[in-house]
């Protein structure tokens, strides 16, 4: 499974983006997709998940400011940013956990896609 990416860019504080996150195929089987982030000299950050069931955490930097979601007509996961600032900077990693019903789960990564803000 192959995770496109797309939506980065610049932007400057209090600006808002929006991630899309598309795998090559349709998941059938219970999945959890997760946004990472990761900047320079710090280590890689979850920022927020959704379960194929629709559930959802955020990391506590991002709460009341990010929203996850789905499409699943489009099969594709979304990640609305808002209110965006400077600490934001970061490349930003698309997870796929793909959860079988029995046997190893899977873990898929995208290419990551550049978020940059602007003071």
């Known amino acids: 499974v192959q995770l496109v990416e797309s939506g980065g860019g610049l932007v400057q504080a209090g600006g808002s983006l929006r991630l899309s996150c598309a795998p090559s195929?349709?998941?059938?089987?219970?999945?959890?997709m997760d946004w990472y982030r990761q900047a320079p000299g710090k280590q890689r950050e979850m920022v927020a998940s959704?379960?194929?069931?629709?559930?959802?955490n955020y990391a506590d930097s991002v709460k009341g400011r990010f929203t996850i979601s789905q499409d699943n007509v489009k099969n594709t996961v979304y990640l609305q940013m808002n209110s965006l600032k400077p600490e934001d900077t970061a490349v930003y990693l698309c997870?796929?956990?793909?959860?079988?019903?029995?046997?190893?789960?899977?873990?898929?990564w995208g290419q990551g896609t550049q978020v940059t803000v602007s003071s």
């Open positions: 195929e349709r998941i059938n089987s219970n999945h959890v």
């Open positions: 959704i379960s194929s069931g629709g559930g959802t």
């Open positions: 997870s796929l956990v793909v959860i079988p019903a029995w046997g190893p789960s899977y873990n898929y």
